[in-house]
């Protein structure tokens, strides 16, 4: 996929299927086929976590795969595919898209932001998602390279855990702002707040939970009743 491509996904809905490492759902099969059932419903790309639950998903779908590779690494707080290696893995699998924490927080290892986009780039032939939660980040992403921006991480980092996602004021200033492509990721929990954000001038939305989240919406239930 390059950056011709990438307008298959303008206004476009992007499914999230992934699970608790913990839940029977957690699972290359049952992930794959949580994937293949968006697509099949209109999704025109996918978001999948670990090298195995990307290989079988590009076993069944031929639609765009945003991939990462969620690793705690001791001492650090970025977590979503911290390293280039972890990048290289995801690719190896087939990812399309590359799907980074672009936070401003450390990086093991030093390894510089624009160091590990070029080298997605130059090495892997990927595009890269630059995972952000501050405007701040984000002009830092784009200027590093990214090929895309996204709110995923708005809410989820110290800097930002006292606000609560969808980070729409977020959105706003970073489609003024960025010349790249605005995914709005997190928080999206209904169709209206997806079309919110498409009227806000997000690229595409991203939902997760809302759809796939069997293990987080059963819960809600459960503490509700």
């Keep these: 996929m390059n950056k ?6 303008n206004k476009s809905l992007i499914v ?31 978001r999948i976590d670990t090298p ?5 998903t590009s076993q069944k779908i031929s639609a765009p795969i ?8 001791p001492g650090y707080d970025v977590y979503i595919t911290p390293q280039f290696t972890h990048a290289e893995a995801i690719a190896i699998a087939g990812a399309d898209i590359i799907a980074i ?27 890269v998602m630059a995972d952000i939660d501050t405007l701040e980040a984000a002009i830092a992403a784009a200027n590093a390279g990214a090929d895309i921006v996204g709110t995923t991480l708005y809410g989820y980092t110290k800097e930002t855990k006292h606000l609560s996602p969808p980070g729409f004021q977020l ?42 989240g069997i293990d987080a919406k059963l819960k809600q239930y459960v503490v509700a009743l």
Excluded at 52 to 56: L, Q, R
Excluded at 108 to 116: A, G, M, R, V
Excluded at 182 to 208: D, N, T
């Design 16 to 46: 999230s299927c992934q699970a608790p490492v913990e839940s029977p759902l957690h699972d290359p099969y049952v992930i794959a086929a949580m994937a293949k059932a968006a697509v099949l419903g209109g999704a025109a790309a996918v």
């Design 4 to 9: 011709n491509s990438l307008q298959s996904l």
């Design 66 to 73: 945003i991939g990462l590779w969620k690793q705690q690494i």
């Design 52 to 56: 195995a639950h990307i290989t079988a």
């Design 101 to 127: 924490d672009a936070t401003l927080r450390e990086r093991p290892n030093q390894e510089q932001l624009t160091t590990i986009i070029s080298r997605i780039h130059q090495e892997l032939g990927k595009l």
């Design 171 to 212: 959105l706003a200033e970073m489609v003024q702002k960025l010349q790249v492509p605005v995914i709005c990721e997190g928080g999206i929990s209904s169709p209206e707040m997806a079309k919110q954000a498409l009227k806000i001038g997000a690229f595409a939305v991203v939902v997760g939970t809302d759809i796939t």
